[in-house]
Each structure stands twice: as structure tokens, then as C-alpha cells.
């Protein structure tokens, strides 16, 4: 059995650091390492090659220096190594990428192929979907377990959902993304590197993969970088030692200062409510070139309110542009939506109703966006960055040729009437406002970074029944769905105006009961946790902040135990007010915190959990 297994080399993202003079990143001294989701996904195929015999290709694309990243893999057990090394390929965005690594992995004709599911520095997750796209096969993304049968050509994987997890089957050959669990860490021994060198890299160039070089590189990317911008949080570091009960009231009036149970508004401030337009039914097909998309999502049978966020910012940019708002609505018995939609700003719905997609798929799901898309062209299409979202959009962006930016904190409209898509990189550390080539634009959006709109009273929207003619069917059979409770809350994290983190410091799982008062306290506040706590077992992994997990944005972050890793707190850098308790007072929180109480957290939380209660109250 062959595998191939695409690895990205990175620089170490807490070690970056970012010059506003020329506003660029300081790369030198910056050590560079694989991603780690590819490191899982290599050592899951050295696993399956002790299985199963064969081969794992280590393969990636970079300049000369990306030539240690295969070294590296050669030390933790691959086979050989593909360097895909030119000129050519210099500048390219996701989809360039995925052109040059598809004609790769077509020339090996792998039976299966393996990668991250993001690369910690871009936080796309496009690749992999994306080559699955270009080389036909089915796609598997955030896989946690991973089992072959290499004699039937069958493999069985599970999924992780927004709400659980899923069991797949399918058949080879197929693409599969790593999760955090997939294999166990481990790292080469002295003499794995010295073994390494006898090993095999064979470096190719553009002309060796019969590729057009004007698909590949800066000349082939559809989206390019304008710049980037530095994202850094001033924080006051507003320590408060001594005895607890004086800090916890100190700490309880500063909180309702800054309105942490004070009503919030819908939209943020200077934004208009969207007024109630006619259904666009009788605009001309040509005029619908300038509206703008939004595909909704439902969870737990009702819409996501990163769809309402989507509405609302489509609404902003279509007014811009002249153009109306679309929703694009796919599933089972998804009519009765249809009015909240248009409540949100949706002027028409686009619906695909049918038995088919009750429960979402990527191959029929792609097919129908892709169609839909285009079939009328609009001027942009946006979609959550969910786990949906990730899984469809770049399958979708890549069917059609279009460019795609993932993970978007902001969209707007420049002065030249360009659509300014912004994204984090480098774990956060800034933000590059992107450009797209191709249209439609293509974004998905971090849930909860945008605001909603108040609903429109009245409001209408048309209704457009989608094709359903030739619907492909899935080469995936889900063999079993389990919801996870716990797994599901965590989705509310996209959304929360208020969460609450833990860490090793809380000591264990029996410290989660008095958390989960602290968080009724604040009204039921989702639960968030570091990676070391999810790798401990006592939260799922749905529930991890930070590098390798969630990014995201409550007005108030409390963090509870955590001692400030780099790698958890780009996770809440767009956090508006973060409260750290902690019993060391030189952990590195205090100084990434606003305010901070240093004391013991079985001490200081119960206490702290009895003064918010009663101020919420007080807000009843």
C-alpha cells in the first residue's frame, strides 16, 4: 500500500514577531518545524505501513530550505521524499498549491493520501479538500482514528463533528486529514536522523509535473496578499494580590464597569438595521451578477447564528455594490427557515429540500453549491468556518477555479470597490487583508467576530428550488453518528459574549463541577479548555482554545488554572476583557490578562462565583 503523506514546513509561531516599520514579519532565528497536524498525519502512515506493508512519500513543496522538513519526516519512519523546488511555484496560494501537489500525488498513484488538517501558520484547512477535489477522490477532514483493510481496499475513519463525532467507511483511494488524536506524538531518536540521510529525496520541478506555469506560483493563485497588519492587544496587566475577599470585590465593580451583565446589542454600534426589501424575484438574471451569497447552516434543527452574522454583513456588502442578499439552504424539511432568514436580511432563499440531505455530505452538498454558484455567478459567497464550512468550501472553490479565504475575521469594501477579506495568520499575530482574482469571491468567517442585525418586521424573501437532477451520491457511508452533549455545547464557544477557560492548574477532571457553577453563574457561559486538558481527557477536544484548536471572541474571557502558553492565548487574542486567577503570580497570564487575582482557584472561584451571581441578579 502506498501513502503519501503532504507535509508543510512552518516557523514557529510563538517565536514571531512583527516589525510595524515595515510591516513584515522578523523571520530571522525563527526556528522552522512540520505543522504539527502533518506530524500526526505522517506517523499515523508509519503505523499503517507496520500493518500493512508498502510505502510512505513524504512530500511537500517549498524553496531549498523546506528540503529539512522531508528529513525530518525521514527520521520518523517515511519511506522517501518529493520536493517539489521552482521558481515557479514561488507566491502560490492554496489552490496553486493543491494544483502542484494533486499532479504529484497523480504521479505516484498513492492509494492513500494523508495530511494536516491546517497548517498552524495560515489556518486555511483548503489544501486537503482541495487536492481530494482536483484528483477526484473522497475526503475525510479532522480524522481521529484511521483503520484499513488493505485486502477489500476499504478504510473506516472517525470524524470529528461541531457535536461529536461520525464513523465513515470508505473505499481507496481516498484523502484523509489529521486531527489532534489521530497517532501519538513521538520524535525522532539520534539514530532515526542519522538514518535519515541514506534516505531518498528527489527534488521535482514545474516542468517535471507537465504543468502550466501560469497555474502555478503567484501567476497561478486566484487570492493574493495586500499586506499585513499588526493585531496586538494592549493589555493593562491589572494585578490584585493580597487578601481575596478585598480583590474579589475590586475585581466584581470592575467587571460591571466595563458591562458584563449589561444588555448588549444586536448590531454593533453605528450599524444600521437592514430595512425590509422586495424579493428580487423580478430582477433580471443579469443584475443577480452583483448579490451576495451566504450558505446557512443548521445546528440542532435551527439556523446558526454565524448564518445571521453572515446575512448581516452581506447585507452591508451588497448594498455596496448594488446587489441583493442570498441565502443558499440545503437539507431535509429546511422550508420552515425560509422566514427567518429573510427576517435577517436574505431577499431570496435558495433551497434544496430532499431526503438525500437530511445529514450533510460533501460530495452531493459540493455539487449542488458548485452548480448553483455556477449557474448564476455572483459577486460573492460566504460560508461559516465550521466544521461544515471547511469541509465544503474548498472542495467547492477548487471544482470551480475560484479563489477562497478561510478563516476571515472581517469583510469589506475598499475604496475602489474591492472586497477586502481579512484573515489571521501566524497564530494570530496579524491579520492580512486578502484579494481575490476570481469571482464569485469566496470567504468562510469565524463565527461570532461579526455582529447580526436587529430582524427586518415583515420581511419577504423569494423562494428558488434548487436542481436536484443527477445528484451524486456520497462515497462516504456514515456507519455510526454519536452526539456528544458536552461536544455540542462547545459550539456555543463560536458565539459566546462570555466564556470561561480552564488548564492543568484546576488540578483534575473532579475540579469541573465547581467551574461549571462559576459558569452558571455568569449565566451559563460555554466552557473552554488548553490543549494540555483536552489531551488529559477530562474535556473533549471540541472544547480546545487555541493554536491547534478554536479561536475565539467573547467580550469577557475568565481563564481559570491556565498559565498563558503562547499556543492557548492566540486562541482568545480577540477576547475584549480577559480575567486570569491563578496561584502563581509570575505565570505569563497575568501579563496577557486585564485583570488578574492571584490566589488558589479553589479559594478564589467559589467565592467569585457567589459576588457574579448576585450581580446578575441584580441585572434581572
Given at each position: 500500500?502506498?501513502?503519501i503523506?503532504?507535509?508543510?514546513?512552518?516557523?514557529?509561531?510563538a517565536?514571531?514577531?512583527?516589525?510595524?516599520?515595515?510591516?513584515?514579519?522578523k523571520?530571522d532565528g525563527?526556528?522552522?518545524?512540520?505543522s504539527?497536524?502533518?506530524?500526526r498525519?505522517?506517523?499515523r502512515a508509519?503505523?499503517?505501513r507496520?500493518?500493512?506493508?508498502?510505502?510512505v512519500?513524504?512530500l511537500t513543496?517549498?524553496?531549498?530550505?523546506?528540503?529539512?522538513?522531508?528529513?525530518y519526516?525521514?527520521?520518523?519512519?517515511a519511506?522517501?521524499?518529493?520536493?517539489?523546488?521552482?521558481?515557479?511555484?514561488?507566491g502560490?496560494?492554496t489552490?496553486?498549491t493543491a494544483?502542484?501537489?494533486?499532479?504529484?500525488?497523480?504521479?505516484?498513484r498513492?492509494?492513500?493520501v494523508?495530511?494536516?488538517?491546517?497548517?498552524v501558520?495560515?489556518e486555511?484547512?483548503q489544501?486537503?479538500?482541495?487536492v481530494?477535489?482536483?484528483?477526484?477522490?473522497?475526503?475525510?477532514?479532522s480524522?481521529?482514528t484511521?483503520?484499513?483493510d488493505a485486502a477489500?481496499?476499504?478504510f473506516?475513519?472517525?470524524?470529528?463533528t461541531?457535536d461529536?463525532?461520525?464513523?465513515?467507511?470508505?473505499?481507496?483511494?481516498?484523502?484523509?486529514?489529521?486531527g489532534?488524536?489521530l497517532?501519538?506524538?513521538?520524535?525522532?531518536?539520534r539514530?532515526?536522523?542519522?538514518?535519515?540521510?541514506?534516505?531518498p529525496?528527489v527534488?521535482l520541478a514545474?516542468?517535471?509535473?507537465?504543468?502550466?506555469p501560469?497555474?502555478l506560483g503567484a501567476a497561478?493563485s486566484?487570492?493574493?496578499?495586500?499586506?499585513l497588519?499588526?493585531?496586538?492587544v494592549?493589555?493593562p496587566?491589572?494585578?490584585?494580590a493580597?487578601d481575596v475577599?478585598?480583590?474579589i470585590?475590586t475585581?466584581?465593580?470592575?467587571?460591571?464597569?466595563?458591562g458584563i451583565?449589561?444588555?448588549?446589542?444586536a448590531?454593533?454600534p453605528?450599524d444600521?438595521?437592514?430595512?425590509?426589501?422586495a424579493p428580487t424575484?423580478?430582477?433580471?438574471a443579469?443584475?443577480?451578477?452583483?448579490?451576495v451569497w451566504?450558505?446557512?447552516e443548521l445546528f440542532?434543527?435551527?439556523?446558526?447564528?454565524?448564518?445571521?452574522e453572515?446575512l448581516a454583513?452581506?447585507?452591508r456588502?451588497?448594498?455596496?455594490?448594488?446587489?441583493?442578499?442570498?441565502a443558499?439552504?440545503l437539507?431535509r424539511?429546511v422550508?420552515?427557515h425560509v422566514?427567518?432568514l429573510a427576517?435577517?436580511?436574505?431577499?431570496?432563499?435558495l433551497?434544496a429540500d430532499?431526503?438525500?440531505?437530511?445529514?450533510y455530505?460533501t460530495?452531493?452538498?459540493?455539487?449542488?453549491?458548485?452548480?448553483?454558484?455556477d449557474?448564476?455567478r455572483?459577486?460573492?459567497?460566504l460560508?461559516?468556518?465550521?466544521?461544515?464550512g471547511r469541509?465544503?468550501?474548498?472542495?467547492?472553490?477548487?471544482?470551480?477555479?475560484?479563489?477562497l479565504?478561510?478563516?476571515?475575521?472581517?469583510?469589506?469594501i475598499?475604496?475602489?470597490g474591492?472586497?477586502?477579506?481579512?484573515?489571521?495568520?501566524?497564530?494570530g499575530?496579524?491579520?492580512?487583508p486578502?484579494?481575490?482574482?476570481?469571482?464569485?469571491?469566496m470567504?468562510?468567517?469565524?463565527p461570532?467576530v461579526l455582529?447580526?442585525?436587529?430582524?427586518r418586521?415583515?420581511?419577504?424573501?423569494?423562494v428558488?428550488?434548487?436542481p436536484l437532477a443527477?445528484?451524486p451520491?456520497?462515497?462516504?457511508?456514515?456507519?455510526?453518528?454519536r452526539?456528544?452533549p458536552?461536544?455540542?455545547?462547545?459550539?456555543?464557544?463560536?458565539?459566546?459574549?462570555i466564556?470561561?477557560?480552564?488548564g492543568?492548574?484546576i488540578?483534575?477532571p473532579?475540579?469541573?463541577p465547581a467551574v461549571?457553577?462559576?459558569?452558571?453563574?455568569?449565566?451559563?457561559a460555554?466552557?473552554a479548555?488548553t490543549?494540555d486538558v483536552?489531551?488529559?481527557?477530562?474535556?473533549?477536544?471540541?472544547r480546545?482554545?487555541?493554536?491547534t484548536?478554536r479561536?475565539i471572541?467573547?467580550?469577557?474571557?475568565?481563564?481559570i488554572?491556565i498559565?498563558?502558553a503562547?499556543?492557548?492565548?492566540?486562541?482568545v487574542r480577540?477576547?475584549?476583557?480577559i480575567v486570569?486567577?491563578?496561584?502563581?503570580?509570575?505565570?505569563?497570564?497575568?501579563?496577557q490578562?486585564?485583570?488578574?487575582?492571584?490566589?488558589?482557584?479553589a479559594?478564589?472561584?467559589p467565592r467569585?462565583?457567589?459576588?457574579?451571581?448576585?450581580?446578575?441578579?441584580?441585572?434581572?
Amino acid at each position: 500500500m502506498k501513502q503519501i503523506v503532504l507535509v508543510k514546513q512552518v516557523p514557529a509561531v510563538a517565536e514571531l514577531a512583527f516589525d510595524p516599520a515595515t510591516r513584515t514579519l522578523k523571520r530571522d532565528g525563527v526556528r522552522l518545524e512540520v505543522s504539527s497536524f502533518d506530524v500526526r498525519a505522517l506517523l499515523r502512515a508509519v503505523e499503517l505501513r507496520a500493518e500493512h506493508g508498502g510505502e510512505v512519500v513524504a512530500l511537500t513543496m517549498g524553496p531549498p530550505p523546506a528540503r529539512e522538513a522531508l528529513v525530518y519526516c525521514l527520521a520518523l519512519g517515511a519511506d522517501r521524499g518529493i520536493h517539489l523546488c521552482d521558481r515557479a511555484f514561488a507566491g502560490a496560494d492554496t489552490l496553486a498549491t493543491a494544483r502542484a501537489l494533486a499532479a504529484a500525488v497523480a504521479r505516484e498513484r498513492a492509494d492513500l493520501v494523508l495530511c494536516g488538517r491546517a497548517s498552524v501558520d495560515a489556518e486555511t484547512a483548503q489544501v486537503g479538500p482541495e487536492v481530494a477535489e482536483l484528483l477526484d477522490l473522497p475526503q475525510v477532514c479532522s480524522a481521529r482514528t484511521l483503520v484499513v483493510d488493505a485486502a477489500a481496499r476499504t478504510f473506516t475513519a472517525e470524524r470529528e463533528t461541531d457535536d461529536g463525532a461520525e464513523t465513515v467507511t470508505g473505499v481507496l483511494p481516498a484523502l484523509v486529514t489529521a486531527g489532534e488524536d489521530l497517532a501519538p506524538e513521538r520524535f525522532p531518536r539520534r539514530a532515526d536522523k542519522e538514518a535519515a540521510k541514506a534516505k531518498p529525496i528527489v527534488a521535482l520541478a514545474a516542468v517535471d509535473l507537465g504543468l502550466d506555469p501560469a497555474t502555478l506560483g503567484a501567476a497561478g493563485s486566484p487570492t493574493r496578499v495586500e499586506g499585513l497588519e499588526t493585531v496586538a492587544v494592549a493589555r493593562p496587566g491589572r494585578v490584585l494580590a493580597g487578601d481575596v475577599d478585598p480583590a474579589i470585590a475590586t475585581l466584581v465593580a470592575a467587571l460591571e464597569a466595563r458591562g458584563i451583565f449589561a444588555p448588549v446589542g444586536a448590531a454593533a454600534p453605528g450599524d444600521a438595521a437592514p430595512g425590509a426589501s422586495a424579493p428580487t424575484a423580478g430582477r433580471a438574471a443579469a443584475a443577480r451578477d452583483r448579490d451576495v451569497w451566504v450558505v446557512a447552516e443548521l445546528f440542532e434543527g435551527a439556523v446558526r447564528r454565524v448564518t445571521l452574522e453572515l446575512l448581516a454583513t452581506a447585507r452591508r456588502l451588497a448594498d455596496a455594490r448594488g446587489g441583493g442578499v442570498a441565502a443558499v439552504l440545503l437539507g431535509r424539511d429546511v422550508g420552515r427557515h425560509v422566514a427567518r432568514l429573510a427576517g435577517h436580511g436574505a431577499d431570496r432563499v435558495l433551497v434544496a429540500d430532499d431526503p438525500r440531505l437530511a445529514t450533510y455530505a460533501t460530495e452531493p452538498y459540493a455539487a449542488l453549491l458548485a452548480r448553483a454558484i455556477d449557474a448564476e455567478r455572483p459577486t460573492a459567497v460566504l460560508l461559516p468556518s465550521t466544521y461544515v464550512g471547511r469541509d465544503l468550501a474548498p472542495r467547492v472553490a477548487a471544482r470551480l477555479g475560484l479563489g477562497l479565504t478561510g478563516d476571515c475575521v472581517d469583510l469589506s469594501i475598499d475604496a475602489r470597490g474591492r472586497l477586502m477579506q481579512w484573515k489571521p495568520a501566524f497564530g494570530g499575530n496579524v491579520v492580512a487583508p486578502i484579494l481575490s482574482r476570481t469571482r464569485p469571491e469566496m470567504a468562510t468567517v469565524r463565527p461570532g467576530v461579526l455582529p447580526t442585525a436587529p430582524a427586518r418586521a415583515g420581511a419577504a424573501a423569494y423562494v428558488d428550488v434548487l436542481p436536484l437532477a443527477d445528484l451524486p451520491a456520497s462515497r462516504l457511508r456514515v456507519v455510526e453518528r454519536r452526539r456528544d452533549p458536552s461536544a455540542a455545547r462547545a459550539a456555543a464557544l463560536d458565539e459566546a459574549e462570555i466564556a470561561v477557560g480552564v488548564g492543568l492548574g484546576i488540578g483534575g477532571p473532579g475540579a469541573l463541577p465547581a467551574v461549571e457553577a462559576f459558569t452558571a453563574a455568569l449565566g451559563g457561559a460555554p466552557l473552554a479548555a488548553t490543549r494540555d486538558v483536552v489531551d488529559q481527557g477530562w474535556l473533549p477536544r471540541q472544547r480546545q482554545v487555541g493554536l491547534t484548536g478554536r479561536a475565539i471572541a467573547p467580550r469577557f474571557y475568565f481563564a481559570i488554572g491556565i498559565r498563558g502558553a503562547a499556543e492557548h492565548m492566540v486562541g482568545v487574542r480577540r477576547a475584549g476583557t480577559i480575567v486570569a486567577v491563578d496561584k502563581n503570580p509570575q505565570a505569563p497570564i497575568f501579563a496577557q490578562a486585564d485583570l488578574g487575582i492571584v490566589g488558589d482557584w479553589a479559594e478564589v472561584v467559589p467565592r467569585l462565583t457567589r459576588a457574579l451571581d448576585a450581580l446578575r441578579k441584580s441585572f434581572e
